[in-house]
C-alpha cells in the first residue's frame, strides 16, 4: 500500500475504511451475488441503500420533516441553472452574494432567467474575505437570496448564516457540506456536489423546502424540475446508483464518529494546525483575511515564489499531492476535507517547516 496524502480540491480524498468496504462488496454486495453497480435501481437490495443513505444524511443534518433530499446528476454546476428555473416563480430578480468564482458561476447562470441583484461582494479585495451581515443590502423583492458557504479556491468560509428575512435563503454548500452542524430550517435550498465531503463526482445532493417544489417556470426541462425527482425519491429516471451508495457508506462512517459537532472539533483542530504553521513562518503567507478563513481550502503563498516549483516537487516525493493551488490564484492549496486525516496536516506542516528551513 501505497496511498498518499491528496490535498485535491475535488475529487477529493476519501476515507479509507469506506474505500476498503467498497472493495470488500465490489464484487457482490451481501447476499445479491452482484455489485452494486449492477443491481437495478428499482430493485428492493438498491432501494434499501438508497433509502439508508437518505436516512443517515437525515440524521447527520437534523433535516426537518418538511424538506426532501434528493440526489441528483448534473453536480453542483446543474443546481447553479435548477434555482432560478425553480425558485424565481412570478419575481423578476434574486440576490446573489458574490465571494469569488463559484458565486460568478452561479450568477451567470441566474441571469439568463432573471434580473440579479449582487447584494455584497468581496471582489475588490480579491475574494479575500467575507462580507459582513451588515454589508448586505438585500432586496425585500427578490426569489431568493443566493450565497457559496466555502470558496473552495480563494480559501474563505461564512463563518455566520446570512439573514434573508422570509426571502427563502438558498446555498451552494459544495466545499463545507458535513463538516460542521448547520440549521437546515433556515435554508429554502442547500445543495452540494458530491466529490470533497460526500463521495465519487458526478452527483449533487440537494434539500430542498417542499414548499419550493412544484413551481418551475414554464419550459423548464423534466430534468432540471424539483418536482419529478421529489415525487419519484430520486428515482424519476436511472439515478447515479454507485454514487449513492458510497454516499451512503460515507454517511454512515460520519455517523460512527459521533456526528458533525465531532467532525466539525477534528476540522477546527487540522484547520489551526495548519494556519498556525503559515502564521509562524515569515516563508509563508496566506491571503485570507483572519476572520473568513476556511476550514476547509487553505491557500498559502510562499516568499519566493520561484520556489514553488521545488516545493510541489519536493511535497510529491513525501507523499503529499495536489498541492498547487488553482491556476486564478496561484500559490498552493491545501484541501483538507473530512476525510483527510489529522496525520496528513501533521506531516504537510513538518515538511513546510523542513522546506524553510532549508530554503528560507
Ligand atoms: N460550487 C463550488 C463551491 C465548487 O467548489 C464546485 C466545484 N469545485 C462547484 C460548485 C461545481 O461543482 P460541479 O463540478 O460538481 O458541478
Redesign the pocket.
Given at each position: 500500500m501505497s496511498r498518499v496524502f491528496n490535498f485535491s480540491?475535488?475529487p477529493a480524498t476519501l476515507p479509507e475504511t469506506v474505500l476498503k468496504q467498497v472493495q470488500a462488496e465490489l464484487l457482490e454486495w451481501r447476499d445479491e451475488g452482484m455489485s452494486v453497480m449492477e443491481m437495478s435501481h428499482r430493485g428492493k437490495a438498491f432501494v434499501s441503500i438508497l433509502e439508508q443513505a437518505e436516512a443517515d444524511l437525515r440524521q447527520l443534518l437534523a433535516v426537518p420533516e418538511n424538506y426532501k433530499v434528493l440526489f441528483l446528476q448534473?453536480?453542483?454546476?446543474?443546481q447553479f441553472s435548477m434555482v432560478p428555473l425553480n425558485l424565481l416563480r412570478d419575481k423578476a430578480s434574486a440576490d446573489y452574494i458574490n465571494t469569488g468564482s463559484?458565486s460568478k458561476?452561479a450568477i451567470a447562470e441566474a441571469k439568463r432567467y432573471a434580473q440579479v441583484n449582487i447584494v455584497a461582494s468581496s471582489a475588490e479585495e480579491n475574494f479575500s474575505r467575507i462580507p459582513t451581515q451588515d454589508e448586505l443590502e438585500l432586496d425585500g423583492g427578490a426569489a431568493y437570496l443566493h450565497f457559496?458557504s466555502?470558496?473552495?479556491?480563494f480559501g474563505t468560509e461564512f463563518h455566520y448564516l446570512p439573514d434573508s428575512g422570509d426571502v427563502p435563503l438558498v446555498c451552494?454548500a459544495?466545499?463545507n457540506i458535513l463538516s460542521r452542524p448547520v440549521d437546515i430550517s433556515r435554508f429554502g435550498v442547500l445543495y452540494a456536489?458530491?466529490?470533497?465531503n460526500i463521495g465519487p463526482?458526478g452527483m449533487?445532493v440537494v434539500i430542498v423546502r417542499e414548499d419550493l417544489i412544484g413551481h418551475a417556470r414554464a419550459g423548464t426541462p423534466t430534468m432540471m424540475d424539483y418536482q419529478p425527482h421529489a415525487d419519484n425519491d430520486s428515482c424519476y429516471n436511472t439515478p447515479p446508483t454507485f454514487s449513492i451508495y458510497i454516499a451512503g457508506l460515507v454517511f454512515r462512517h460520519l455517523l460512527e464518529q459521533g456526528g458533525l459537532t465531532v467532525v466539525e472539533e477534528q476540522n477546527i483542530a487540522k484547520a489551526q494546525l495548519l494556519y498556525d504553521a503559515i502564521e509562524q513562518d515569515d516563508f509563508y503567507h496566506c491571503p485570507t483575511e483572519v476572520a473568513s478563513r476556511s476550514r476547509m481550502n487553505v491557500p498559502f503563498t510562499l516568499a519566493d515564489a520561484e520556489l514553488d516549483g521545488e516545493f510541489l516537487q519536493q511535497a510529491q516525493k513525501a507523499g503529499l499531492v495536489n498541492l498547487k493551488g488553482h491556476r486564478s490564484v496561484g500559490g498552493m492549496r491545501a484541501s483538507i476535507y473530512n476525510a483527510m486525516p489529522e496525520a496528513g496536516v501533521r506531516a504537510l506542516v513538518e515538511f513546510m517547516g523542513e522546506f524553510s528551513r532549508r530554503h528560507g
Open positions: 480540491a475535488g448534473g453536480g453542483a454546476t446543474a463559484w458561476k457559496t466555502n470558496n473552495t479556491i451552494d459544495s466545499s456536489g458530491a466529490q470533497k463526482a449533487a
